[in-house]
């Protein structure tokens, strides 16, 4: 039956009963409905309808009936126009699947991205889809999160929940194998890729890394864009170069003593601590903080307790007893004891770095004390040639001003630093490959041999550019690893390969006397 005949049919009914509806013509009357006030409306409604209607589903014919257009917003089979939902609540369409669903259970884009002219709706099952399919076709690789509206990055925080525990993980794993190398000398694969900082201030911790900068300003402003993917890897590495702390330059940081364990200690504590010479020079150093002085509490010597000793009258009693203690202590000789010079000394000496002083001493106090500290070593920054060397080995070799220019000018190469304060591991990873892009000459993690990761060879090919290590690979034929189906180049070493995957395979084709 359609709607105009059901329609009909209830008026006709109506007149025959000689009822009068309520005066839903009435735009006022609807407009409460409409707006929350419709309750009764729709009661008053359900009443006159006949008893032949009331087959039909009662909550969407009485929703029809106070509605502003009637019965034709009820469709033939029994469901809401687009226009409104069941609850009252607006229906959208997902822009992915086209499927009509209520406001409030899609996500809205720019929240994910947050680009604020980004308002496109999404359903969980859609966006899920789209953040697995884009991580699993981008194996052994790391390619950003992008809105599916407007292409903008996605922070991992945004997306990881839609997209499920296994496919976070499969992305992290991605971020791991984009920095992974082989080392010749334990033949094992590791990552470069570093943890995030666990820190209960992280706030604080980028706060005191900006506040070292050069120039805070432009450090923070860059920082904030490339966490929002609105600036690339490379130009942030540059920010930083220009901008960012003296100390991510140096491939190994500058250190000074500081002390690791003050104490009180008396004149052979400090001898069977520190040794005969050591221990005297450091008891004469030291500050005193507890002078002789006489006990408060009187001691008398005991010669029948189980150790020889002098114990006061209430340590005499528990010994030998009511009785015999009170004897024992009139009948013994007055102790007169004294407490041994205690100094205020250092026990333990350790080597520590800039950050780590203003870790544990404050912003202020930290500069302070690392002014104060005796350098145990001095900072060293990388070379042409892939070496480190200090300050005056740089002025020793090249003179003092060309010396101090090379030193000033050299790469960034110790970003740990930064990817501590990174607990987006895409932004973490593309910060770090672009790094080893422009220094490739490093150090395996694991044994410290001599690794180029541009080539993906050991040793820092001196002499040769990479350009023509690369050209000569370029020949290099082709195998797919048979589980994940990667192409995969045999560069060195023998014929049993290992992926990236984990698959253990064979290589195909004679051996050379290369492989032995």
């Given amino acids: 039956m359609s709607v105009g005949a059901l329609e009909n049919m209830v008026l006709e009914e109506l007149r025959e ?59 033939e089979k029994g469901s809401l126009l687009p226009s409104q939902a069941a609850d009252g609540g607006p229906r959208k369409r997902c822009a992915i699947c086209l499927e009509e669903q209520a406001a409030g259970q899609l996500h809205v884009s720019g929240k994910m991205c947050g680009n604020s002219h980004c308002a496109e709706a999404f359903c969980s099952g859609c966006l899920k889809a789209f953040f697995q399919e884009r991580v699993e076709s981008s194996r052994f690789s790391l390619q950003p999160m992008l809105c599916a509206a407007c292409r903008c990055h996605v922070p991992v925080a ?81 920010s930083l170069r220009a901008h960012g702390p003296e100390a991510i330059r140096d491939a190994e940081p500058e250190v000074r003593w500081a002390c690791k364990s003050w104490g009180v200690y008396t004149f052979e504590e400090l001898l069977e601590c520190h040794g005969e010479d050591a221990g005297r020079t450091a008891w004469k150093a030291a500050e005193v903080v507890d002078t002789s002085e006489s006990m408060g509490v009187e001691r008398r010597w005991d010669f029948w307790a189980f150790s020889w000793g002098a114990y006061t009258l209430e340590e005499f009693t528990v010994l030998h007893g009511e009785e015999a203690g009170q004897a024992a202590w009139e009948a013994a000789e007055l102790a007169n004891w004294v407490e041994p010079e205690k100094r205020w000394v250092c026990k333990a000496w350790g080597d520590y770095t800039q950050e780590q002083f203003i870790l544990w001493h404050g912003e202020d106090s930290g500069h302070v004390e690392w002014e104060a500290a005796e350098v145990y070593r001095s900072s060293t920054r990388q070379a042409g040639n892939g070496r480190t060397y200090t300050l005056e080995e740089f002025k020793g070799w090249y003179g003092e001003e060309q010396g101090q220019q090379m030193w000033d000018q050299a790469p960034v ?60 690979q370029a020949a290099i034929e082709l195998q797919f690893c048979p589980a994940c189906g990667v192409p995969t180049q045999r560069t060195e070493g023998c014929s049993s390969m290992v992926c990236l995957c984990g698959e253990h395979w064979t290589w195909s084709g004679e051996e050379s006397d290369d492989d032995y």
């Fill in 413 to 472: 190469v110790d970003l740990s630093r930064v990817f501590r304060l990174l607990g987006d591991v895409e932004r973490r990873a593309a910060l770090h490959l672009a790094q080893v892009r422009r220094n490739p000459k490093i150090l395996t993690p694991c044994c410290g041999m001599e690794f180029c990761f541009r080539c993906q060879t050991s040793g820092w090919h001196s002499g040769t550019a990479c350009e023509e290590i690369l050209a000569s």
């Fill in 158 to 238: 945004q997306w990881q929940q839609l997209a499920g525990p296994t496919t976070s993980t499969t992305f992290a794993q991605n971020a791991s194998d984009a920095l992974a190398l082989r080392c010749e000398a334990c033949d094992n694969t590791h990552t470069l890729l570093q943890d995030a900082w666990q820190h209960d201030d992280l706030e604080g911790a980028i706060r005191i890394f900006f506040n070292c900068s050069r120039d805070p300003e432009a450090v923070e402003v860059a920082w904030s864009a490339f966490n929002e993917g609105r600036l690339d890897a490379d130009s942030f590495l540059e």
């Fill in 17 to 75: 009963q000689q009822l009068l509806l309520p005066p839903l013509a009435k735009p006022e009357m609807l407009r409460r409905a409409k707006s929350g006030g419709g309750t009764d409306v729709r009661i008053a409604a359900m009443a006159f309808v006949p008893g032949i209607l009331q087959r039909a589903e009662s909550a969407p014919v009485a929703q029809a009936i106070a509605s502003p257009v009637g019965l034709h917003s009820l469709c």
